[in-house]
């Protein structure tokens, strides 16, 4: 509910009951790339960023202020941790990549970690997105955001650090 710097809008986050829900087909079940900017109001507890109710995609900010993506994998869930917290106040640009493999996390336009994620298959189903909020499958926001979200950018294959929009 506001403009940037650049002029690019973005929206704010009470942190205890909004969300913003995308249906229909949304969290893509194999090879995606999601990317955000976010700006933290608020420490202390668990936030979802990004949520997706079959666990395709998850984006974290944790009680310490790092960041968590998390993605369902062959075996159960594979996830990258920062070891640097997000700057409260501060816009940060935030990427998490799956490309069949592997599970990577950009903060900033900056490589932070990867973890090898094999498909698990079978998430070609219940495939909404909640943005500002974790998903407790399905379609049950939980652990909401307190801050601003914007330039939100869904892809359907996993982009180059070239193309990332965070670089």
Known sequence: SGRDEDGKGYYTFNGSNDYILIEGGTAFPGS???????????????????????????????????????????????????????????????????????????????FVGSVVAEDAGGMDFFSEVIIGSQDKHPWTPVGHFKGDIGHVRMTGRNLSEEELQCN
Request: proline share 3%; glycine share 12%.
């Open 32 to 110: 995606a790339t999601y990317e955000l900017k976010v700006r933290p109001a608020e420490f202390g507890r668990e936030m979802g960023l990004i949520g997706s109710g079959m666990g395709q995609m998850n984006i974290d900010l944790l009680k310490d202020g790092t960041l968590r993506v998390s993605r369902k994998a062959k075996g159960g869930v594979a996830e990258v941790v920062s070891k640097d917290k997000l700057p409260m106040g501060v816009w940060s640009r935030v990427a998490a990549v799956y490309d069949l493999k592997n599970l990577s996390l950009y903060i900033n336009g900056c």
